[in-house]
């Protein structure tokens, strides 16, 4: 989807009162859907950002409780206190491991 498109469906989903089940690898849209984070202050503007609030129709930021992340692995769900934050981590230390290179030797 296109930005535009990303940021209509986040105003869309935050405006919507039922409960949600969030499948996805992206963490911008996880972090304004679910914890609520202002999808229009960008990281790299500091404070700038704060200024355009949000786009919701009532312009008001998400009053709501925020939601709750989880993490499947292994068969096992667990809730991450952390939310998005927690999850970056591990998915950080989960791709070193990918990375690492199992050293080999050559038989003489």
């Known amino acids: 989807m296109d930005a535009d498109t990303i940021l209509a469906l986040i105003t869309a989903l935050r405006n919507y009162d039922g409960a949600l089940l969030i499948v996805t690898h992206d963490r911008f849209f996880m972090r304004c859907v679910v914890e609520g984070e202002n999808p229009h202050k960008r990281p790299w503007d500091g404070d700038a950002g704060s200024e355009k609030e949000s786009d919701d129709s009532d312009g008001k930021e998400m009053s709501k409780q925020p939601g709750v992340v989880y993490h499947l692995s292994k068969a096992r769900l667990k809730v991450l206190e952390g939310g998005m934050r927690q999850y ?9 491991k990918l990375t690492k290179v199992p050293v080999r030797t050559v038989g003489s």
């Not at 970056?88 to 230390?93: D, H, K, L």
């Open 88 to 96: 970056e981590e591990i998915a950080g230390r989960a791709s070193l």
